[in-house]
C-alpha cells in the first residue's frame, strides 16, 4: 500500500509539472502575438479629415416614431447624417450659438430624454463639419422652445423642466467631453406650463394653470412681483422697441412694461374682436404681431405694436396646419390643411 501511495504522488506531481509547462508556453505565444500586433499597430497610418461643407444651411428633422434626427444640407437636400435618439421627439429647439441643437421628449413618457446635438456650425468658422451627439440626460417634461429656439436667459441657453417646476440655466454649453456642465437652477412658483420670455434684467414667466405672470431678476432668480388676471395663458412674445411683453389670455391679452415707471405693469388690456382667443404669437415687420391658435381656426390676428390703443383685427385665411414669419418678418407663411403653402 505505501508503494501505491508513493507512485500516485509522483504521477500528480509530474502532471502538474506539465500543466505549468503548457502554460508558460501558451503565455508566451499570447505575448508574441500582442507585441507583432503592437508593432503592426503603430505603423504609420494616413490620417483622414472628416468631410465639410461651407454652405451656411443645414435642416433637421426629428422622426418621432424611432427618435432619428436626419440632418440635410441645404440648398442641395443631401441627406448627411442620421442620428438615434430616444424616441417620442416633440421638439427641436436650437441653442444661442447655433452650435448645439436640443432634441426633447414630449409629456406621457417616464423618461424625458434630452439630447444635446452638435450641428457641425462653429462660431468663429465658416468651416461646417457632420454633426454628432454630444451628450444625453433626463429631465422632466422639458420645455420653454420658441419658435424652434431654447429658452436663453441673459444669452446662455435654458430649459424649463415643467415637471419640477424649475429653470435650467447652462452657464457654458460646452456639452462634448468628459467635463462637467456648469448650469444655474432658478426654481419656480409652482409645477405648470410656461410662456417664457427674457427681457434683459427680468424674466417674464406666464403660468396657464394659475393665470399669472411672474417677473424674476435674470441675475439671481429673485421672485420681484407676480401680475394676475390673465386666465388659461398662453401665448407670449416681445415688442423689441418699445420692450413691452404680451400674453395671450382667455378673453383677451395683455401688455406689460419691462422699462421705466411701467415696468411690471398691465398697460393694456386688449379684447379680442370675436370669440377666438390668441394662442400664439409671431413678430412681422414694423411692430406688427400676428396672434394665431393651434386648432386649425380660419383666421389670424393682427397687432400693430406700435399704434396706441392696441386693438386686434382678423384677417381671414383658410384653415391652417402651421403659421410662421420670415426671420425679418416681411412675411407671414401659412400651410392649409389642404397642402397649400
Given at each position: 500500500?505505501p508503494?501505491?501511495?508513493k507512485?500516485?504522488?509522483?504521477?500528480?506531481l509530474?502532471?502538474r509539472i506539465?500543466?505549468?509547462?503548457?502554460?508558460?508556453?501558451?503565455?508566451?505565444?499570447?505575448?508574441?502575438?500582442?507585441f507583432?500586433?503592437?508593432?503592426?499597430?503603430?505603423?504609420?497610418?494616413?490620417t483622414?479629415?472628416?468631410?465639410?461643407?461651407?454652405s451656411?444651411?443645414?435642416l433637421?428633422?426629428?422622426?418621432?416614431?424611432?427618435?432619428?434626427i436626419?440632418?440635410?444640407?441645404l440648398?442641395?437636400?443631401?441627406?448627411?447624417a442620421?442620428?438615434?435618439?430616444?424616441?417620442?421627439?416633440?421638439?427641436?429647439?436650437l441653442?444661442?450659438?447655433?452650435?448645439?441643437?436640443?432634441?426633447?421628449r414630449?409629456?406621457?413618457?417616464?423618461?424625458?430624454?434630452?439630447t444635446?446635438?452638435?450641428?457641425?456650425?462653429?462660431e468663429?468658422?465658416?468651416?461646417?463639419k457632420?454633426?454628432y451627439?454630444?451628450?444625453?440626460?433626463?429631465?422632466?417634461?422639458?420645455d420653454?422652445?420658441?419658435h424652434?429656439h431654447?429658452?436663453s436667459v441673459?444669452?446662455?441657453?435654458?430649459?424649463?423642466?415643467?415637471?419640477?417646476?424649475?429653470?435650467?440655466?447652462?452657464?457654458?454649453?460646452?456639452?462634448?467631453?468628459?467635463?462637467?456642465?456648469s448650469?444655474?437652477?432658478?426654481?419656480?412658483a409652482s409645477?405648470?406650463?410656461y410662456?417664457f420670455?427674457?427681457?434683459?434684467?427680468y424674466?417674464?414667466?406666464?403660468?396657464?394653470?394659475?393665470?399669472?405672470?411672474?417677473?424674476?431678476?435674470?441675475?439671481?432668480?429673485?421672485?420681484?412681483?407676480?401680475?394676475?388676471?390673465?386666465?388659461?395663458?398662453?401665448?407670449?412674445t416681445?415688442?423689441?422697441k418699445?420692450?413691452r411683453?404680451?400674453?395671450g389670455?382667455?378673453?383677451?391679452?395683455?401688455?406689460?412694461?419691462?422699462?421705466g415707471?411701467?415696468?411690471?405693469?398691465?398697460?393694456?388690456?386688449?379684447?379680442?374682436?370675436?370669440?377666438?382667443?390668441?394662442?400664439?404669437?409671431?413678430?412681422?415687420?414694423?411692430?406688427?404681431?400676428?396672434g394665431?391658435?393651434?386648432?386649425?381656426?380660419?383666421k389670424?390676428?393682427?397687432?400693430?405694436a406700435?399704434?396706441?390703443p392696441?386693438?386686434?383685427d382678423v384677417?381671414?385665411?383658410?384653415?391652417?396646419?402651421?403659421?410662421?414669419?420670415?426671420?425679418?418678418?416681411?412675411y407671414?407663411?401659412?400651410?392649409?390643411?389642404?397642402?397649400?403653402?
Amino acid at each position: 500500500m505505501p508503494a501505491k501511495t508513493k507512485t500516485r504522488s509522483a504521477v500528480r506531481l509530474t502532471w502538474r509539472i506539465n500543466v505549468r509547462k503548457a502554460a508558460i508556453f501558451l503565455l508566451s505565444i499570447a505575448l508574441s502575438i500582442e507585441f507583432a500586433g503592437n508593432a503592426v499597430a503603430h505603423e504609420d497610418a494616413e490620417t483622414l479629415v472628416e468631410p465639410h461643407e461651407n454652405s451656411g444651411a443645414r435642416l433637421f428633422a426629428a422622426d418621432a416614431a424611432n427618435g432619428d434626427i436626419i440632418a440635410v444640407n441645404l440648398p442641395e437636400g443631401k441627406v448627411i447624417a442620421r442620428l438615434s435618439t430616444p424616441p417620442y421627439v416633440i421638439y427641436l429647439a436650437l441653442g444661442k450659438n447655433k452650435r448645439n441643437l436640443y432634441a426633447m421628449r414630449g409629456t406621457g413618457r417616464d423618461r424625458d430624454w434630452v439630447t444635446v446635438i452638435d450641428t457641425g456650425f462653429t462660431e468663429h468658422s465658416d468651416e461646417v463639419k457632420p454633426p454628432y451627439i454630444a451628450r444625453s440626460f433626463v429631465g422632466n417634461v422639458p420645455d420653454g422652445v420658441q419658435h424652434g429656439h431654447t429658452a436663453s436667459v441673459r444669452g446662455k441657453d435654458a430649459i424649463i423642466m415643467e415637471g419640477d417646476g424649475e429653470l435650467i440655466i447652462f452657464d457654458k454649453a460646452e456639452f462634448s467631453g468628459f467635463g462637467e456642465v456648469s448650469v444655474r437652477r432658478f426654481p419656480l412658483a409652482s409645477v405648470d406650463h410656461y410662456g417664457f420670455i427674457d427681457a434683459g434684467d427680468y424674466l417674464y414667466i406666464g403660468y396657464l394653470g394659475r393665470g399669472m405672470v411672474q417677473v424674476l431678476d435674470s441675475d439671481t432668480g429673485n421672485e420681484v412681483t407676480r401680475i394676475t388676471g390673465c386666465p388659461i395663458l398662453h401665448g407670449k412674445t416681445k415688442d423689441q422697441k418699445s420692450g413691452r411683453v404680451f400674453f395671450g389670455c382667455q378673453g383677451h391679452a395683455i401688455a406689460i412694461g419691462t422699462k421705466g415707471d411701467e415696468a411690471h405693469k398691465v398697460v393694456a388690456r386688449i379684447e379680442y374682436p370675436d370669440k377666438q382667443r390668441v394662442g400664439n404669437f409671431h413678430n412681422g415687420k414694423d411692430q406688427v404681431i400676428w396672434g394665431y391658435t393651434e386648432d386649425g381656426v380660419p383666421k389670424v390676428h393682427r397687432l400693430d405694436a406700435g399704434k396706441e390703443p392696441y386693438r386686434f383685427d382678423v384677417l381671414p385665411i383658410e384653415r391652417s396646419i402651421r403659421q410662421g414669419t420670415s426671420e425679418d418678418g416681411e412675411y407671414l407663411f401659412v400651410l392649409t390643411f389642404a397642402g397649400v403653402f
